[in-house]
């Protein structure tokens, strides 16, 4: 149930980044709603469980901070979704 | 331009009795959804024009380089993920779409399309050198977005028609950023409906509601 709800978070920042990439067409995205999004799939403590989970996310808050493309942001949390997923099966 | 109509029960059997009509393969072809029920689906498929086909298809050509290389990178990258797929280079779109063809490619879309988008975003980070800033390109697997736009707009022009007869605003189910704007962009011109959304990610929804006068 947890990794469920860790999913469903990254799932969600993924949304936010897809929103800015496909200029949704109503709304404004910003980098700050962004990064609220991402920190709040880190609070989870079971990202914390899960190898490279946190240092994927990790490295989508700081790509969007540094500024880089939406698409690399949301690369960036397809691996740390994936990295999820694969530590569930894993264990 | 030939073009032919095609009935079936899914979009798959319609395209095909249409592409045994023109006797062309799905490459060839651009498809067009007419009427997609839940008994009968309607398409028309359009043989795309050879002269711009060969242009894409040649790669000596300059001004099809940049869309030949973002190709061959997208080409490499699914030989590399062990999937056997044909790359074309959607002609006339802007920006930039190829498209995904080949057999069972339903693991390269996903659960609502989440891997197609996963694809894309790989795609554009390996492609970003070779564009300009802000150029992206569109992946698409054997029409999916484009599928899932039209059934979108549809959605909101019956939306808009109910509002219309009723004055009642609309919610409609929640959906992608993508679907949401081919939505706002499917009723921009119309007078007397407009859409906003609401909610969050990713349970943003559309709402469909009657445009007020300025006077009132």
């Not at chain 2, 298809?57 to 099809?64: D, F, G, L, R, Y």
């Not at chain 2, 939505?183 to 445009?211: F, N, Q, Y």
Request: aromatic share 2%.
């Amino acid at each position: 149930m947890q990794g469920r709800s860790a999913a469903e978070r990254i799932r969600k920042a993924i949304a936010v980044v897809n929103a800015v990439v496909d200029g949704a067409g109503d709304e404004e995205i910003t980098p700050t709603e962004i990064a609220e999004a991402i920190r709040d799939c880190l609070e989870l403590p079971e990202t914390a469980n899960v190898p490279n989970v946190r240092k994927f996310l990790g490295e989508a808050l700081d790509a969007t901070s540094d500024g880089m493309p939406a698409d690399f942001v949301a690369m960036t949390l397809y691996a740390a979704l994936g990295a999820l997923q694969e530590g569930h099966l894993l264990n | 331009m030939r073009s032919a109509e095609g009935r079936g029960r899914t979009l798959d059997e319609a395209v095909d009795a249409a592409l045994i009509e023109l006797g062309e393969t799905r490459r060839n072809v651009d498809v067009k959804v007419l009427r997609e029920g839940t008994d009968e689906t309607l398409v028309e498929v359009t043989v795309i024009d050879p002269a711009a086909a060969s242009s894409v298809a040649a790669p000596s050509q300059a001004a099809n380089g940049k869309a030949e290389t973002v190709r061959n990178l997208l080409e490499g990258l699914l030989k590399h993920m062990g999937v056997r797929a044909q790359v074309m280079v959607r002609t006339g779109s802007d920006p930039l779409t190829l498209d995904v063809s080949g057999r069972d490619l339903g693991a390269l879309i996903g659960w609502r399309g989440e891997t197609l988008r996963a694809l894309q975003s790989v795609t554009n980070v390996m492609v970003g050198k070779h564009l300009a800033e802000g150029e992206r390109v569109i992946v698409d697997v054997e029409r999916y977005r484009q599928r899932r736009e039209h059934t979108v707009r549809e959605i909101a022009l019956r939306a808009a028609r109910q509002v219309k007869m009723t004055g009642d605003a609309i919610t409609l189910d929640a959906m992608q950023a993508f679907e949401r704007r081919a939505i706002h962009l499917a009723l921009e011109g119309d007078p007397d409906v407009t859409s906003s959304s609401i909610g969050e990610e990713p349970d943003r929804r559309v709402v469909v509601g009657p445009r007020k006068a300025a006077s009132e």
